[in-house]
């Protein structure tokens, strides 16, 4: 074979090599692109300590529960050994008894505490709102890592309007309390 002809062949191949990774690369980068733009919809099924069933459809920019829809709510991710966690108990069920026929808080335990301790703290504090055990739910915690950038921190608030809509999503202790958080819900409802 001829200087030439191997030149030729080696060329193809170049060719035929860089058209199969240009092709892959512009793959990848559009599954990157489709992904980042993808909607995340799920459905995530809680149940509370007391045995309530809870489920939970997440879409773009919302979260809508089943039987509450009509509802301004509280979803916490908080724990019983957290001391700002602990602060907000107060005012969440001061929140409650006021405002009991338009609001409603969901509180996921992270610390993984048992079903027991978290009876114990129920009763302790006086607790009329939803507490469900965190233990079990991994995948709604990647989730919300996934979606809203949530480290990890507690507590965590999410704000959501009736109807499901996402009005804030507020990561570890605040400034203002949560009565001011739920004015200004009031407001952008």
Known sequence: MSKKQSFIIILLAI????????????????????KEHK???ATYIFETIDGTELEIDVEENAFH??????????LKI???DC??????????IKLKKELSNSFEVIAIEAQEHTIEESKEAIKKYGINYYVISGDTHKDFYHYLQEKYGWTGI???TIV?????KVLAFEMGEKSYSLSELMKAALLRN
């Open 15 to 34: 060719i035929v090599l860089g058209t199969i990774f240009f092709l892959n690369k512009n793959n990848i980068v559009s599954n990157v692109v489709e």
């Open 78 to 80: 908080f724990g019983w």
């Open 160 to 164: 959501i309007a009736k109807g499901g």
């Open 39 to 41: 909607e995340i919809n």
């Open 83 to 92: 001391e700002y966690c602990q602060k907000e108990i107060p005012q969440l």
């Open 65 to 74: 529960v089943k039987g509450l829809e009509d509802k301004i709510l509280f």
């Open 154 to 156: 507690i507590p965590l």
